[in-house]
Nanobody
Framework: QVQLVESGGGTVSPGGSLRLSCAASERNSNFWLMGWYRQAPGKQRELVADLSKLGTPMYADSVKGRAIISNDNSKNAVILEMNNLQLEDTAVYYC????????WGQGIQVTVSS
């Protein structure tokens, strides 16, 4: 069973930045897709960004130009960096790794507040 552990959430001021990390219990190369989703109160879970095994990133329109998703193979982790955070970025962020099935992290709160 794959275990995913997220870190890096917290409270950020508008215009600030964050760095989320999700470390897997297996090598990143074992997964064909790794990504981050988020769920705001009262809303459906949505894709923020993902990264294919070949290294091709994809970003939601809402974060394009403000987010970078990357691999840290030394830590079996996928990293999400976001800047110019807005109030609407407030949500629980979940990492998602896919093999023959999808694995989810436990979720980590990001709050953008002045």
């Amino acid at each position: 069973q794959v275990q995913l552990v997220e870190s890096g959430g917290g409270t950020v001021s508008p215009g600030g930045s964050l760095r989320l990390s999700c470390a897997a219990s297996e090598r990143n190369s074992n997964f064909w897709l790794m990504g981050w989703y988020r769920q705001a109160p009262g809303k459906q879970r949505e894709l923020v960004a993902d990264l294919s095994k070949l290294g091709t990133p994809m970003y939601a329109d809402s974060v394009k130009g403000r987010a970078i998703i990357s691999n840290d193979n030394s830590k079996n982790a996928v990293i999400l960096e976001m800047n110019n955070l807005q109030l609407e970025d407030t949500a629980v962020y979940y990492c998602n790794f896919q093999q023959s099935q999808a694995y989810w992290g436990q979720g980590i709160q990001v709050t953008v507040s002045s």
